[in-house]
């Protein structure tokens, strides 16, 4: 037996990405009894048959699961906004950071765009500093590539490497250019991937993980909400390492970062060290946090 990933199921049948080829397969007769669900990214042994036809004989315990669309033992999620046109929604990457995290998954932040970039910063229409360098400081991953000149595209292809990653992002920063660029000769539709945000179009069917740089790339990401994790209060500076390494220099232990006196928290945010976007979000999402503790 051979191990492998699952790709997609599809027409009764299952396609397993192992050994640098994709098999058909069929399930082995214990499966269909137990009626058990398989979802991309399941890891699984196979039997060879001949040609590229095999039996799933195994499947091994996943480490985690997305849903809707499900996916499951993901090792990272690759967050994608442009760096101009349009201008990043730091609330949405705010909010996904968050959500990627809470779930266990490591966050890669990828700004698409750099040339448009670059070009802008020339003609004065965009300040010297890129958003990109906000996250790298407080301790992201942080690429910026361009899918036009290849900036960038082979860093990241080692980062997607031997991995099941998620894109995730808003439509038109380029995430189906990325991936075309990360694979030449797939040529995946522009338009292909998108968050269900109500904003971007959806033109993908099914969900299914493609082979992409040498590791594999789910082509719709699993996360259909845009609300925050139901979490208590104080667990929310959790998902900011900025805030969460500076907390247990406040007064109270209690400590909210709103309108306590003698808090670490605003007093770094008056110094520079935090930036204000972000402080603006953290307050957003603890209101929100606030909101939903009342309603359980």
């Not at 699952?6 to 397969?25: H, M, S, T």
């Not at 069929?26 to 039997?47: A, M």
């Not at 539709?189 to 033109?203: E, F, L, Q």
Request: with cysteine; net charge positive.
């Amino acid at each position: 037996m051979i191990r492998g990933v699952l790709l997609k199921g599809y027409g009764g049948f299952y396609y397993v990405y192992a050994e640098d080829r994709v098999w058909e397969c069929s399930l082995r007769g214990r499966f269909r009894v137990k009626d058990q669900e398989f979802i991309p990214g399941d890891r699984v042994k196979i039997l060879p048959d001949q040609e590229n036809k095999a039996t799933i004989e195994e499947v091994e315990p996943r480490r985690n699961v997305l849903s809707r669309p499900a996916v499951a033992n993901v090792d990272q999620a690759i967050l994608v906004f442009a760096l101009t046109s349009p201008k990043p929604d730091q609330n949405l990457l705010d909010r996904l950071l968050v959500q990627v995290t809470e779930g266990g998954i490591e966050p890669i932040l990828v700004f698409t765009k750099l040339d448009k970039f670059k070009k802008a910063v020339l003609t004065n229409e965009e300040g010297a500093d890129s958003i990109g360098d906000v996250y790298r400081n407080i301790g992201y991953t942080v690429f910026e590539v361009s899918n036009e000149t290849g900036q960038g595209i082979e860093e990241l292809g080692a980062r997607i490497s031997n991995k099941i990653s998620v894109l995730a992002g808003p439509s038109g920063v380029g995430k189906s250019s990325l991936f075309n660029a990360l694979s030449p000769g797939k040529n995946l539709k522009t338009g292909d991937i998108s968050i269900k945000s109500k904003r971007g179009r959806h033109t993908t069917r099914h969900v299914e993980l493609m082979v992409c740089a040498g590791g594999l790339v789910a082509d719709t990401p699993g996360f259909s909400s845009l609300s925050m994790p139901i979490m208590k209060r104080l667990e929310l500076t959790d998902y900011f390492p900025e805030i969460a390494s500076r907390r247990s220099q406040c007064r109270f232990n209690s400590c909210l970062h709103d309108k306590e006196p003698n808090c670490a928290i605003k007093a770094a945010l008056e110094k520079g060290e935090i930036y204000p976007k972000r402080y603006e979000h953290y307050l957003i999402f603890l209101q929100e946090v606030m909101e939903a503790e009342r309603k359980f």
